[in-house]
Each structure stands twice: as C-alpha cells, then as structure tokens.
C-alpha cells in the first residue's frame, strides 16, 4: 500500500532537485562576490555587500519567498513561480554562503599573504595562488551543508503553489488522506536527496583531518 | 505604490500578532535546549541502540525540512487520537529540528573540555552524574551561550513557517490583511523590516556577548 | 641602473677597506631617510636613518620588541611607515614622485621596486598546498614569467643548494623545522634578490635544528653578491657573518660598527647590559 503512491512524487521530486540545483550555482556566485565584497578595499563595494548579506540574513527564506512573489508584483515585477523561487532561494542561499568565503579567506594565516608579497606576486596572484586554494578546502564541508540547508528551503516554494515534492504532498493528502504514509514517503525522500551531500562532508572532513594540513 | 496611510493602518494588527510570533520563539528554544541536551547525552552513552538512536535522529531530522516536519507532526499525530493545536505543534516541530542544531552547539561544548577534568573527577570519587552536573556542564556552557544566542535569533526568523500549519502569527496575519485588500506590498514590508530590526539588534547583542565573554 | 652599481661591485675595489668607508664610494642600495614607525600611540621607529652598501651583510641584534622586524617589514612593504622614506637603489620604495610631489605609492610601483627584496620569515610561511617543489618554482614561474621548464631548473638547483633536493616532492608538513626554513631560503633565493632579509630565522626551531639553517645562511653570504639584514640573537652567527652590527633598543639605532669593536668594546651602556645577558650563558 505504500508503492502505489510512490510513482505520484517523481514530477515534484524531479521539481525539487532542479530548484537546488540551479538554486545552488547562482548561490554560489552571489557568496564568491559578497564575500570577496565585503573584504574589498572600495568602502562602497563593502557597504553593498554587507547590505545585502545583513537583509537576507536578518529575515527568513520564507518572508523573502513572500515579498518576491506576492509584494513585487506591485511595482510591476511580475515573476514566474520558479524563477521567484529560485531567485529566493538564491539569493537567501548567496548571503550565508559569502560568509563561509569571507570567514575562510580571513582564515588562512596573515604569514601566507606576506610570504606571497615578498615573492612579489600581484594582488591578484596572491589571492588565486596562494589564499583561494587554501580557503576553497576550508570552504568545502560549509558549502556541502549550505546545499542541504537549501534543499530543505525549496519546501518552501510549495507555499505559492509551485509543485515540488511538498506541494505534490499536500494535494495528493487532500485527495486521498493518507497523511502517514504520505508523508513519511515525503521525509524519506528528501532524506535520500540529502544523503549525498552528508555522505561527501563526512569524507571530506575525514580526509581533511587525517591530510596534510 | 507604497500606501503609507494603509500601512500605518495595518501596523497595530501586526505588532498585536509579534506577541504569538514571540512566545511561539521561546516556548520552542526551550524544546530545542532541553532536547538538544538529552540529544547529546544520549549520543555519548554506553548503551549503544541508545546512541545510535539519537544519531540517526539528529541526521534524519537535520536533512530534511521543517515544514514537512510540521506537516507531519499536525497532520499524522491526529490519526493516532493525538490532536495538537496549531501553536502546539508548531513549538514541537520547531523546537523539534533545532534541538539537532543545539545538540551539536552542546556537543563542541563538551568536547573543549580537556581531558583532565574528566581525570581529576575521576580521581575525586565523583558519581557520573556529578562529573556532569559539578565539573562538565558548569565548564561547557558558558562559552557556547552566544551560538545558542545566534540559534535562538535563527528560530525566531523561522516561526513564519509555522503560518503553514495555521498559527495566526505575524506572517499569517500579514497574509490574511493582505488577501482581504489585494495589497501585500506593505504588510510583508513591514513584517520584513520587523523582522530585520529585531533580529539584527539581537545580534549585535549576540556579538557584544562573545566579546565579553572572550574578555574574561 | 644596476649595470654601474654592478660593475662597481665586480671590480670591488673596496674589499679590503671595510663597510664604513666603502658606502661612501659606492652608491647604497638601501636608504632609511627619518623612518618612523607608531602604531596609535606606541612608536616602535624613532627617526631612522639607515644605509646599506651591495653585498653589505648588516646584522641588527638589541632585546625583542626594539623594532627590529618592524623596520624589516618596512623594507618588504608588508608595512608603511608613519613617516620618512626609504629608497632601493635610489628609487622611492613606498612614494612617487608626481609633478614634483611626493605622494603615496600605489601597488605597480610597489610590485616594481619590491623586486629587489627578498625575505625569509621566522615561522616560515610555506604555502601548505603546494609541495616543496611547488613551493620554490611558483614565483619565478608567476611572477618573473619564467617557462615551466626555467622555473624548474632554477628551482631544483637551489633545493640542491641548501640540501634538500630529496624532499622536491613533499610536502611543507613532512618536513622538520629546520628543513622548513632551509626551502623558504630557496624559495626567497630563487627570485635572485638584490637584498634579503632574514627575520629571526631561527628563532622557532627546536636547538638541535638551528645549525643546519645558520650553515645555509652562511654559505649564501660567502657568496658576496647580496646584501643580507640579518635579525638575530645568535651572537655567534653574528660575529661571524656580519659586516656591520646595529645594536637596537626602543626603536633607536643606539650603537653601530664592526663586529669586533661591537662585542668587544660596547660604547653604550645598554649594549653593554645586552651583552652581558649571552655571555652568562
């Protein structure tokens, strides 16, 4: 009795990983050019990106969520569900992530920079040899956690109707009212999404610690 | 397009409804604290179905989203003759999902305690339940308080979730004002900016905190 | 520029006659003008002037905090001075001058005339991920724009130089202390600096490693061709290497000359104090 709503959730689950997913890449621009914009030494480009981080930080995905799509409209904009969604999602995602870049690449010991300013590198060199490789590992486990706390976000876009997993839930609930099994399959499955990512953190961080740094 | 004279209308009706946004926070920080705790005791216990128990609760409830938490927890339970009020369920589920976040909090706690305080407890004679209550958590707390601070700020934020489940919150009661007009722009702008004031002041609090405590 | 300097220091008339008189015939590649350094109230540099002759090994000892690092790190550019100027082969290190005006000089001037400084730090500062190879051949390749094939030559004759030519494929955490620092030597080396500075370069090592380290350093300055300031407390070293000490104390120069006079007759009162405290040992 539990198979035969299964085959239900394959358009909405379909809906989900495509949400993270392309959720995931423009987040991951945003954190690179808010976290390198909060350290640049152009105090506007710092006031900028500290502006954006602190207002999607200060509230949530939802209320973000809502105002893109209900409260936008009003000045004209009017967005698809998925593309609010995704910008959501996105950009939500974008301003947590700058501050695993931004605390990383303050992470990496001051002596690096200096040893690379005395071998004469360019600014830019001494960020792309020397710093990003160093941080970019640091990053890896906070950025594998980003994408989970994101594919738990895209629940969220079920609110204004768009059909992942959730909304696929909830109408199908409404329908045939099987709420145990409906919804334990739907756990599960985003469960088995994530295991993926936990997974790889773990190795990650396993490796990390047993490696050469 | 911004209608000031309807937002100031409808600020009264969402500041009435922060009182439920606020109590809905603190009922479940508490949920999150007390089962964050036993969350972590459990992990570290002997008795091994115990601990893999609460580890696969922390995983489980960890990697997938509070709002099908919620759904479950308002949805399922009634089928089983356990009927939760919206308020109810919502302090659960939300004190439910964060309490894994607060286990961890807890568990870097404990583990910066050197080795030697739990040898020289030993060596006193004490109980284990005194190692903990006397030597172990007196030391681990403290330094942690600002991540639980940050956490309890994170829950804040998310209780709009629990609108889903049908709790009149601020969120809902911004909703509901706004079907009634067609005009959503002011009251998710004035929850937005409620939102942004109250919790980034709460965390500037957080930081002078960690300062302090650094300081000592 | 370098071509004169260069042929004044090849016939090297002045061999024989001392570093005193010598940097009054040839022109000096380091300049302190009146260098002061504070950071918010505490001033570190009083007033400094400063010059060191090519090839000129100028050992700095005095108590920590005096401002010896600090005025190295001046010269790397890692920090600015509050006021007064410093100048590399007669060129402006950390100014321009612009119509006639001197104003702050920006990072392509910096990038041009910090190419004639080299620096090896106390606590290393090998880049972790790259292995020791890596380490030696990635400015040369990056910066001075040499071919992956150069780069790698030059590199691997400089590991061999300072020992270490088995390590090339390791790893900076594979490596004791002391090989640590003998590959940050050729890491500096390698960029053929005209200058090298060596900040306390064996001050984080374990005792038993400090030798092998001082051996490199002192073969380097056996070849002649650099300049060398040297922070140290080992006096020994010093002696040894040196051909000029600077005795420092709360950001002053207090006492300089040849090391013999230096250890042997202290003029000053506090060098005297200072030397007493190594000679207990």
Not at chain 3, 65 to 88: F, Q, Y
Request: glycine share 6%; aromatic share 10%.
């Amino acid at each position: 009795m539990w198979f035969d709503i299964l085959p239900s959730f394959w358009e909405g689950t379909k809906i989900t990983i495509e949400l993270t997913l392309f959720s995931a890449v423009i987040a991951f621009f945003l954190a690179f050019a808010a976290g390198f914009g909060r350290l640049s030494k152009f105090r506007a480009v710092r006031l900028l990106a500290a502006t954006y981080v602190e207002v999607f930080r200060g509230t949530s995905l939802f209320v973000q969520l809502f105002w893109i799509y209900f409260a936008l409209p009003l000045f004209g904009i009017m967005l698809p569900k998925m593309v609010a969604g995704v910008l959501a999602l996105s950009l939500n995602a974008g301003a947590y992530g700058s501050e695993i870049v931004r605390s990383t690449l303050i992470s990496v010991p001051k002596g690096q920079s200096e040893a690379a300013i005395a071998l004469n590198m360019t600014p830019w060199q001494r960020t792309r040899l020397v710093i990003l490789p160093q941080a970019l590992v640091m990053m890896l486990p906070a950025f594998g956690n980003l994408i989970i706390e994101l594919l738990k976000g895209t629940a969220l876009v079920s609110l204004i109707t768009l059909s992942d997993l959730t909304f696929v839930a909830t109408v199908l609930n409404s329908s045939i009212m099987r709420p145990t099994e409906i919804f334990s399959v739907l756990l599960i499955i985003y469960f088995v999404i994530s295991l993926p990512f936990t997974k790889g953190i773990q190795w990650i961080e396993h490796r990390l610690s047993a490696g050469r740094y | 397009m911004w209608n000031w004279e309807y937002a100031i209308k409808i600020l009264p009706e969402i500041l009435k409804a922060l009182k439920i946004t606020i109590s809905a926070t603190f009922v479940a920080f508490v949920v999150a604290l007390v089962v964050g705790l036993m969350l972590t005791l459990a992990r570290r216990s002997n008795f091994k179905p115990l601990s893999l128990f609460a580890g696969g609760f922390v995983g489980f409830v960890r990697s997938t989203p509070l709002l099908v938490q919620l759904y479950f927890i308002f949805y399922v339970l009634p089928e089983y003759g356990l009927s939760l009020t919206p308020f109810v369920a919502g302090v659960i589920g939300l004190g439910l999902h964060y309490s894994t976040y607060l286990a961890e909090v807890y568990r870097g706690g404990i583990e910066s305690i050197p080795p030697g305080q739990w040898e020289a407890a030993k060596a006193l004679n004490f109980s284990t339940l005194n190692t903990w209550k006397k030597i172990i958590l007196p030391q681990s707390i403290p330094p942690v308080i600002p991540v639980m601070g940050n956490y309890l700020i994170t829950m804040f934020k998310e209780t709009p979730i629990l609108s889903a489940i049908t709790l009149v919150e601020i969120m809902q009661t911004a909703k509901m004002l706004g079907s009634h007009s067609f005009r959503y722009l002011e009251a998710f702008t004035i929850v937005g900016v409620l939102f942004l004031v109250l919790s980034y002041s709460s965390s500037l609090m957080v930081r002078r905190l960690e300062v302090r405590l650094n300081l000592r | 520029m370098s071509v004169p300097l260069k042929l004044i220091y090849n016939e090297d008339p002045t061999k024989n006659i001392g570093s005193e008189v010598r940097k009054n015939i040839v022109r000096p590649i380091v300049t302190y003008n009146n260098i002061s350094k504070s950071y918010g109230d505490l001033q570190v540099l009083k007033n400094i002037d400063l010059e060191i002759a090519p090839g000129e090994k100028v050992a700095l000892i005095g108590p920590s905090g005096s401002g010896k690092t600090t005025l190295a790190r001046l010269l790397m550019t890692l920090e600015e001075p509050t006021s007064g100027t410093i100048e590399v082969e007669g060129e402006m290190l950390w100014h321009q001058r612009v119509n006639d005006k001197l104003i702050k000089a920006n990072e392509k001037h910096l990038h041009q005339v910090r190419g004639n400084i080299g620096m090896v730090f106390q606590h290393f500062n090998l880049f972790p991920h790259m292995t020791i190879l890596r380490n030696v051949m990635e400015a040369p390749r990056n910066v001075l724009g040499l071919s992956k094939d150069e780069a790698k030559e030059r590199a691997v004759k400089m590991l061999e130089q300072v020992g270490l030519s088995s390590k090339i494929d390791a790893y900076p955490a594979q490596l004791s202390g002391g090989q640590k620092q003998r590959v940050a030597i050729a890491r500096a080396l390698v960029m053929r600096p005209k200058v090298m500075l060596f900040d306390e370069p064996t001050s984080a090592l374990d005792p038993e490693l400090v030798g092998e380290v001082l051996e490199v350093i002192k073969a380097i300055a056996s070849e002649g061709e650099m300049a060398m300031l040297l922070i140290t407390h080992e006096m020994d070293f010093a002696k040894d290497v040196a051909d000029r000490i600077l005795f420092f104390d709360q950001g002053k120069i207090i006492e300089q000359g040849p090391p013999k006079k230096i250890f042997n007759n202290p003029e000053s009162e506090r060098l005297q104090t200072f030397l007493s405290r190594f000679n207990r040992h």
